[in-house]
Nanobody, 124 residues
Framework: QVQLVESGGGLVQAGGSLRLSCAASGRTFSSSSMGWFRQAPGKEREFVATIGWSGGNTYYADSVKGRFTISRDNAKNTVYLQMNSLKPEDTAIYYC?????????????????WGQGTQVTVSS
């Protein structure tokens, strides 16, 4: 069984930065693709970023490209999301997800395990 625990969310002013972390338990982390998704009130959960098992392949939603950076540390079983130049429209609950088959990508259905989420609120 895999458990994912997100941290690092909070309240920040527009233009500010936050760094989210997602710590994973279990032995599959280093061979798994990881993703970050977010869900704003009344909206569908949407893709934010994904990273391959080695950290070499990353892919971003157009809405965050150039502002957010996904990275991972396999020795710590942790994936990160550095968020810069935050906007009010980035306000959402952010979830990390694990795909043990290594497919990754923007589809939420490719991921097998999900964390409980961490709230990010950006004030204008």
């Amino acid at each position: 069984q895999v458990q994912l625990v997100e941290s690092g969310g909070g309240l920040v002013q527009a233009g500010g930065s936050l760094r989210l972390s997602c710590a994973a338990s279990g032995r599959t982390f280093s061979s798994s693709s990881m993703g970050w998704f977010r869900q704003a009130p009344g909206k569908e959960r949407e893709f934010v970023a994904t990273i391959g098992w080695s950290g070499g392949n990353t892919y971003y939603a157009d809405s965050v490209k150039g502002r957010f950076t996904i990275s991972r540390d396999n020795a710590k079983n942790t994936v990160y999301l550095q968020m810069n130049s935050l906007k009010p429209e980035d306000t959402a609950i952010y979830y990390c997800a694990l795909d043990y088959r290594g497919r990754g990508g923007p589809s939420r259905w490719a991921y097998d395990y999900w964390g409980q989420g961490t709230q990010v609120t950006v004030s204008s």
